[in-house]
């Protein structure tokens, strides 16, 4: 899962040259590099066909899109870091998306045709393109989700707002700020709210606010360890924890406060750093939408996910791009577990582990998992490799919504 890691950081270091000191370096990158990665793209010789044409019209769109990204990744490195990661991870999917376009023979016009009929639509209100860009005028989404339940979700800005800072204040998450009242979302961001609900049976929006928890520090060192082929002890270099990420012990605690038991963490996970040692993929004030089912199997979308492995579900064509969502971070399911428990008395993931896919342990490369052990009565958190399989373990899915 995070294998990608070091492309990753490269990626933002060249696109944000250094953070906040590299904004003019930053904008030069974005100067020399736009064309060339453009033509890359648009080598292929034209034929003349209407599809064919159709294509470059198509990458022009998503290349717009691309840039619009960028720019705004740049202005958030004065205004909000975190939000300029999320950004970073957006662009990354863009010129996936780019990357499928251009090679996949099998693309149908009609995919083709929307694409470029979003051209018009963000040139109509003058916006670039993105699934966070655009003016926040939404203040209010309903949807109603799939039969045979068909229930009937609104997600109410100003009135979640409420709830969730009641939640932080009641469970003493002093560390935040209080979420505003007059949040609201994008058009696109509304669409693919509405999409969650409709289509993925999502009825669950939970607030995340910035700062709830910091990153990690890693640190390479050299280490002195058995190799399993020769049985002689060879020096490996390894990544290790610094430092913490910041709040993460804390909010474990208050997220357990109460039980009979303390938090159970495997040998695995601690092996890793233990608590505080895992990289989230997402940061900053962001609306999380995703099922309210107790267990995995309570639900046809989460069933899905039963027995995959980390690399089968961000496999291409894996569940989280046929679905197009994620999973949680290991913070975001704390909240989760916590909120389902002072609403029900019960337990998310009684008989299944759940793994946290938005997290990941940097040392080792495995990625956490979260269950409930009704018989110690205690949460559970442990970390496996990302090939690891069981018919005990799944997925929580999860949609997010940066604000």
């Known amino acids: 899962m995070q294998n990608n890691m070091p492309e990753r950081i490269g990626f933002m270091k060249h696109l944000f040259g250094g953070e906040k000191k590299g904004k003019a370096a930053a904008a030069k990158a974005g100067s020399t590099e736009t064309a060339p990665r453009r033509a890359q793209f648009e080598a292929s010789e034209p034929d003349g066909s209407d599809m064919e044409s159709r294509r470059r019209e ?17 202005k958030a490195v004065d205004d909000d870091i975190e939000k300029a990661r999320e950004l970073v991870d957006q662009i990354e999917n863009k010129l996936d998306e780019i990357e499928a376009l251009k090679d996949n023979e099998a693309v149908l016009i009609d995919d083709l045709e929307k694409i470029i009929a979003r051209a018009s639509r963000t040139a109509h209100r003058g916006e670039g393109g993105g699934s966070e860009l655009g003016a926040r005028t939404i203040s209010e989404v309903t949807g109603k989700t799939p039969e045979p339940e068909g229930r009937e979700v609104k997600v109410n800005m100003a009135e979640l707002a409420r709830h969730w800072n009641k939640f932080y204040k009641d469970n003493k998450v002093t ?30 929006p939970v607030i995340i ?15 002195e360890e058995v190799d399993e082929k020769t049985k002689k002890k060879v020096k490996v270099k390894r990544l290790q924890l610094k430092k913490p990420a910041e709040h993460y012990k804390e909010l474990h605690e208050l997220m357990s406060e109460g039980y009979a038991d303390k938090t159970f963490y495997g ?22 939408m995703s099922k309210k089912a107790q267990e995995l199997t309570e639900d046809k979308k989460l069933e899905l996910t039963r027995g995959k492995s980390i690399d089968d579900l961000e496999a291409k064509g894996g569940i989280f791009e046929m679905l197009g969502v994620g999973g949680m971070t290991e913070a975001e399911y704390l909240i989760f577990q916590r909120e ?9 993931d009684v008989k299944f582990y759940a793994w ?11 990625v956490p998992d979260g269950s409930w052990n009704a018989g ?13 399989r069981d018919d005990h373990q799944g997925c929580r899915l999860a949609g997010s919504f940066l604000l």
Not at 376 to 388: A, I, K, M
């Open 58 to 74: 198509a990458i022009d769109v998503l290349f717009g899109e691309y840039e619009a990204l960028r720019a705004q990744a740049e």
């Open 175 to 204: 560390w935040v700020e209080p979420i505003p009242e007059d949040i609201k979302l994008t058009e696109a961001q509304a669409t693919e709210m509405k999409r969650q609900i409709e289509v993925l049976g999502f009825d669950w």
């Open 209 to 223: 606010p910035a700062g709830l928890t910091g990153e990690p520090e890693y640190e390479e060192v050299e280490e």
């Open 267 to 288: 040998g695995n996970y601690d092996d890793d750093g233990g608590i505080g040692a895992s990289v989230d993929k997402r940061h900053g004030l962001r609306i999380i």
């Open 340 to 348: 389902y428990f002072q609403e029900t008395e019960n337990h998310l």
């Open 356 to 366: 946290l896919a938005a997290s990941s342990r940097p040392r080792s490369g495995r």
């Open 376 to 388: 110690s009565e205690r949460l559970n958190f442990d970390s496996n490799t990302t090939d690891f």
